[in-house]
DNA sequence: GCAAGGTC
């Protein structure tokens, strides 16, 4: 039987190349999670057919099991033991389904994932998802490539290996500690934190091996800047005229911190008058011709030339990189492959308007020689790969487009040549100098006209010439302290520390960013906030290792030595975690140390915030935070009680009134648009809801549980069963919601436009228009069990004989009322079902056994 | 709600 091979690449554009190339382009490809190339071609000695496929990246990542989910139940020291599983990433992609399915019937298996640790880890990740065995040796392959060349690929076929387990595991391992670490630390920080002051708006106070130390960058430059002492200096600029020239000389001491000193100086040279010229040197320099763009350095110039943060280079190089204009923007390598197509890639340009003339210049004379630059063995230098205009991609892509043309043809261009003319004097025993510069190739810079040097001429000087000193000039300074760190600064830190890779730095700086710990200011440089200068020190003074780069170093060192195959995956796992571990539990028993720089650089909470609500504990007014999370806090119990996240709350209309169970003030909650629903609602019971099985509350998610309630979700009065109460759903609920098992109650604010609302779900009953007054009695209609409504309505417009105002009714049963409502959301209204009052555990399921049995009872059909 | 790493 013919062999079958599956062959497997880690995205999309890879398994094409090779499929193209291993079948000379006679291929053919059908849809699906990922295109599947199919051709027949040798294979071992023997005519195969092959299938190529790919993944989209990982296809699993790992996550903690649903039981360590609850911040609220679950302690941050115990994620340290707790089991991990691995979840696909991309569920929706159907990537697992997809590789079972084509490598059914196949015999062998070929992974052609990226050639560095994470690749080796996706292997293994495909290997599980096609049903291969692991271990079987004889049908599975690694092929491994340097550059995704037609050379290399054929390469790579001829000389096919086993996948590395070990550099695998040392993937697993780094997986593992990133999250454990990762969410303890951040769980802990944000529960302990959020809440505690009125002005710290952070959703999650985030803490991560690379973000936190990326954070750490910014926040150093931040306190050399704040530590900063200006000093004062003096420089002595002596000036000649010489041959129709105005030379403004430099001193050999450049600087001095002393006032008296340089005063000295500066009236000897006066004194001496002349300056002599005692040595002209000159030096043929150069200045080199860039290497091969990488990702990192597209970022930074990007960043700092452009004024693009990462995120956007990254987007508009990927928007690039499919239509076709560049080369794959993700790579390390600054060396171009020995095989790469220079021609063909000029050739590409030489139609340009803008870089047309240039290119072609190279084609028809020559170009140089690229620089060695690094190969990092992944993909080849960012290069244009099709001329386009500024029409045709929009501005910022055309300024990316047009940065990576120039670049391009400079790393075929000559290096930059120019001579440097020194001319050395003396005057009063001090040594000055004048420099003049003088390109004579212009090189790579003529495309890059940024990199020029800046030329200055200088007239001819002959050692031993005494030239007349024409003024002295004596200029103060003052020492300045850095600016904030740039972003390209961060990013070449970043780089030199290990700190992400080249696809996720981009990303750390951003998360840094959306969590309102740096802001990004004009020139891109980053200064940090509050939030973050407080995190930093924090650490600083607990345990500074935690914001050190040196923490992603000491991961990175320790995955290693499994990589390497010189330790047991599982130990080196423990031994970290346990290292970490430990550093959490100092962390967490010197918190206060972090918190009274927090408690200095925020104002908590009884010092911010309006007064609203009397505490049923201490009958004391609590204040409202209105900053996300918006929460009531009582500054004698000091207790925090969250309220619903959206909507506004007043406690006008139920002031003065109390929940009957814990003596707490009501407060009137109205959701927003004109058809949200007003409710009232204690902060005690919304918060620790008093009554066993409801579970439905509201603001819950319609899969939640009852059991895990978190902030913003909890029990208003409409779900409330208590008998008695005139705010619960026993006294407010007027019958069974006709779309839900829920009750509609009677909004108590809603007058004029009076309605009913269902507590459950979003169904909505108008009642009578401009009735002066509306509401609930004790009394059931005998016919349907729903509650008998009162309306006042007014005396103009009663629909009542002689002018009555007063009526009482079923509104479904009473013929006059039931004219009058009017069902604004859901299909139709049924009487049928016992009425919702009857529902003491809030949940009735009067309807459930009625509900099919006479459609015909309509709401509007009645 | 949480990390970092792939890739889209």
């Known amino acids: 039987m013919a062999p079958k091979v599956l062959m497997v690449a880690e995205k999309p554009s890879i398994a094409l190349s090779i499929a193209s190339v291993l079948s000379g382009a006679q291929m053919s490809t059908q849809r699906g999670s990922t295109e599947v190339h199919e051709f027949d071609a040798m294979f071992l000695g023997s005519r195969a057919h092959y299938k190529v496929t790919s993944v989209i990246g990982h296809v699993f990542s790992v996550d903690f099991p649903a039981a360590f989910q609850d911040w609220t139940t679950t302690n941050p020291s115990d994620l340290f033991q707790a089991p991990i599983l691995k979840k696909e990433t991309n569920p929706k992609a159907h990537i697992c389904r997809h590789l079972s399915q084509e490598a059914r019937g196949c015999t ?5 994932l990226d050639c560095d640790r994470e690749g080796e880890n996706i292997c293994f990740e495909v290997i599980e998802c096609t049903g291969f065995h692991a271990s079987d040796s004889r049908r599975i392959y690694r092929a491994r490539f340097s550059s995704v060349t037609e050379k290399d690929i054929l390469k790579a076929m001829n000389s096919l290996a ?8 040392s993937v697993d391992a780094r997986q593992e500690i990133d999250l454990k670490v990762g969410v303890a630390f951040t769980r802990f920080q944000t529960s302990y934190f959020n809440g505690k002051y009125g002005n710290l708006d952070a959703r999650v106070i985030s803490y991560g091996p690379c973000q936190t130390p990326t954070l750490g960058f910014c926040v150093d430059r931040y306190l050399q800047i704040t530590m900063f002492k200006p000093e004062k200096f003096w420089m002595l600029h002596p000036y000649i005229m010489y041959k ?9 001491r450049s600087r001095l911190f002393d006032a008296d000193v340089s005063a000295m100086f500066r009236n000897r040279i006066i004194e001496d008058g002349i300056m002599k010229v005692v040595r002209v040197s000159e030096k043929l320099e150069s200045k080199a011709r860039p290497s091969g763009l990488n990702t990192v350095n597209l970022l930074k110039v990007a960043s700092s030339a452009l004024g693009f943060g990462p995120q956007l280079t990254m987007q508009l190089a990927e928007r690039l990189y499919t239509q076709g204009f560049i080369s794959y923007p993700r790579t390390e390598s600054t060396a171009y492959p020995s095989s790469f197509d220079f021609k063909g890639t000029l050739g590409a340009l030489v139609h340009n308007p803008v870089f047309g003339a240039y290119a072609q210049k190279f084609l028809t004379e020559s170009y140089n020689k690229p620089r060695a630059g690094t190969d990092a063995g992944d993909h080849p230098p960012i290069t244009p790969m099709r001329s386009a205009s500024e029409d045709s991609l929009g501005n910022d892509a055309w300024k990316l487009y047009q940065y990576i043309c120039q670049h391009f043809l400079g790393t075929l261009s000559p290096d930059c040549k120019y001579r440097r003319i020194k001319v050395e004097f003396e005057s009063g025993g001090e040594q000055f100098q004048c420099v003049g510069q003088l390109a004579t190739v212009k090189g790579f810079t003529s495309i890059m006209p940024w990199l020029a040097i800046s030329e200055k001429n200088l007239p001819e000087f002959a050692v031993g010439e005494k030239i007349e000193i024409s003024k002295v000039e004596l200029d103060e300074g003052n020492t300045s302290p850095p600016d904030y760190l740039s972003e390209s600064e961060l990013i070449s830190l970043m780089e030199k ?8 730095i981009s990303v750390h700086i951003n998360n840094i960013c959306e969590r309102n710990y740096v802001q990004v200011q004009a020139g891109r440089r980053l200064a940090p906030t509050p939030l973050g200068i407080s995190l930093i020190r924090g650490y600083q003074c607990i345990d500074s290792d935690l914001c050190l780069p040196d923490i992603r170093s000491f991961i990175e060192h320790q995955i290693t030595l499994v990589a390497k195959g010189q330790a047991d995956h599982s130990m080196v796992v423990q031994h970290v975690l346990e290292q970490f571990r430990r550093k959490f539990s100092y962390f967490v028993k010197q918190i206060d140390n972090m918190d009274a720089l927090f408690e200095a650089q925020f104002s908590p909470l009884s010092d911010s915030g309006r007064l609203l609500s009397k505490c049923g504990k201490c009958l004391r007014y609590m204040k409202y935070i209105s900053t996300q999370p918006a929460r009531l806090y009582c500054g004698t119990c000091e207790e925090v009680y969250y309220i619903p996240q959206k909507g506004t ?8 009134l109390t929940c009957p169970l814990d003596n707490f003030e009501l407060l009137l909650c109205s959701m927003p648009g004109p058809e949200g629903k007003s409710f009232p609602l204690c902060p005690y019971c919304f918060n620790c809801p008093p009554f066993e099985g409801i ?3 509201f603001g819950a998610p319609k899969t939640g549980d009852s059991t895990k309630l978190g902030k913003g979700v909890g029990m208003p009065c409409f779900l409330c069963p208590h008998t008695t109460c005139p705010h619960s759903v026993i006294a407010q609920g007027v019958c069974a919601c006709p779309e839900c098992s829920g009750t509609l109650v009677l909004d108590p604010v809603s007058a004029p436009k009076w309605r009913l609302y269902c507590n459950m779900c979003n ?34 417009t009663t629909p009542l004989k002689d002018g009555a105002t007063l009526h009482k009714g079923c509104i479904l049963c009473d013929e006059l009322l039931h004219s009058l409502v009017e069902m604004k959301h859901g299909r139709s209204f049924s009487r049928h079902g016992r009425r919702g009052r009857g529902r003491g555990r809030g949940r009735g399921r009067g309807r459930g056994s009625t509900k099919q049995q006479d459609p015909k009872m309509s709401f509007r059909d009645f």
């Open 108 to 112: 062998h298996l070929v992974l052609w």
């Open 649 to 656: 709350v007043k406690a006008s209309l139920y002031k003065e």
């Open 244 to 252: 129709g020239y105005e030379l403004k000389l430099e001193w050999e």
């Open 763 to 796: 169904c909505l009953v108008s009642l009578p228009e401009g009735a002066h007054r509306i509401s609930t009695t004790q009394d059931k209609c005998p016919e349907c069990d729903s509650t008998i409504i009162e309306v006042d309505f007014n005396k103009k």
């Open 162 to 169: 086993e996948p590395n387990r070990d550099e695998a595991l």
């Open 695 to 697: 579970d439905t509350f």
């Open 497 to 504: 520390h290990g700190i992400g890779t080249d696809a996720s």
